[in-house]
């Protein structure tokens, strides 16, 4: 929305459907950063571009057809600093799960827009820089937590 009324009137027919409104500011960029964080710890930095001549990284167009935006994956070192304390520090609260953090930049200012408990994890894109190592270390965490949660068989002593 772009003014108070718009918002008053799109609120209104909202509240029509729903108890709960949650909204956010438009905030347009060129891109999104998109942070995978797992065990506290950064997997991949990509940046999402948007569709061309759209607001969003994907244009669901009234036709069914689907048009993307490009994507770029950099090493979590080429990143910026910021974005990396950033995601670590959005995702810290939650816990050590498996994490997408999508950070949008304004100038040199930061803004973490959401926190994903399922990122998307596309083959050429989030793993273009670690390929196969990557998901090595999401499916190793995962191992070492189902291991940490198995209990001890006890064993009887049988005496004769």
Not at 78 to 95: F, M, S
């Amino acid at each position: 929305v772009a003014t108070h009324e718009d918002l008053m009137t799109e609120a209104e027919a909202m509240l029509d459907r729903s108890e709960l409104i949650i909204a956010q500011e438009f905030l347009p960029t060129e891109f999104d950063w998109r942070v995978g964080v797992l065990d506290g710890r950064v997997l991949y930095v990509c940046r999402y571009y948007m569709a061309p001549k759209h607001w969003q990284i994907v244009h669901h167009k009234a036709s069914g057809r689907k048009e993307t935006g490009r994507f770029e994956t950099l090493a979590v070192e080429a990143a910026p600093p910021e974005v990396i304390k950033l995601a670590l520090r959005a995702t810290e609260p939650i816990g050590d799960g498996l994490y997408g953090v999508d950070i949008k930049q304004v100038n040199n200012r930061f803004y973490v827009m959401e926190v994903n408990d399922n990122p998307n994890i596309d083959a050429g894109v989030e793993d273009k820089i670690l390929k196969e190592e990557l998901y090595d270390r999401i499916m190793g965490s995962f191992l070492r937590r189902i291991e940490a949660r198995k209990t001890p068989v006890l064993k009887e002593t049988v005496s004769q």
